[in-house]
């Protein structure tokens, strides 16, 4: 059987290579080349290919919202995200929207060929770092979490303002800023402003 396969990136060079690539094994037929996630989506509604090689980091819609909306709509393609990056946040997006299969741009050409038979099929493909990255991840315990004010408050000490600022700012008393800062301390397990932001930055509960 001939499997149907839409090629999503958007460096056009990256396509070329691709599609060079996969047209040497008789049993794929490139059916379609998109350069973003929205492009992709329309196309696999006109082409219904079997299989979408999905980069990730695109313009206009990345590689995760167009998986979770090609998976949304029947007859949904297996997608198998193929990327340069191999961030614990990248990996989780592309998981938790529903991708088959999660494959670095390094990969081989058998085990990319391979891959893609297998997410044909409904299986699961990971490369072998992505699979040490979610392993990990399952392994460390979820640390705590903080409430949207706390992170909010936080948030406003990460850039520097007092106490009476940041009350100011979001519209509450000073005492609330400091009660809102010491269960911040002690859901994070630290003694100060400096360390508590540290904390929920690395958690990925505020940003820098």
């Keep these: 059987m001939t499997l149907r396969l839409l090629v999503v990136d958007d460096h056009p060079v990256v396509r070329m290579g691709l599609v060079a690539m996969l047209s040497e094994h008789a049993d794929f037929e490139v059916v379609g080349e998109a350069a973003d996630g929205a492009e992709a989506v ?8 079997d299989v979408v090689l999905m980069d990730l980091r695109m313009p206009v819609m990345d590689g995760a919202e167009a998986t979770a909306q090609l998976l949304a709509s029947p007859p949904a393609p297996a997608v198998l995200v193929l990327t340069t990056y191999d961030t614990d946040a990248d990996i989780v997006r592309a998981v938790e929207a529903g991708a088959n299969g999660y494959l670095l741009k390094d990969a081989p050409r058998e085990t990319l060929a391979d891959a893609i038979r297998r997410a044909a099929r409904g299986e699961t493909v990971l490369a072998p770092p992505v699979v ?5 991840r399952l392994r460390t315990p979820a640390g705590p979490t903080l409430t949207d004010r706390e992170a909010q408050v936080l948030q406003c000490v990460a850039r520097g303002l007092s106490n009476a600022a940041v009350g100011r700012e979001l519209h509450i008393g000073e005492a609330t800023v400091k009660t809102h800062l010491l269960r911040a301390f002690e859901k994070l397990g630290v003694t100060d402003r400096t360390a508590a932001v540290t904390a929920a930055y690395k958690s990925g509960q505020i940003e820098l």
């Excluded at 329309?42 to 290919?49: F, I, K």
């Design 42 to 49: 329309a196309m696999s509604t006109r082409l219904t290919p």
């Design 132 to 136: 040490a990255r979610l392993a990990s």
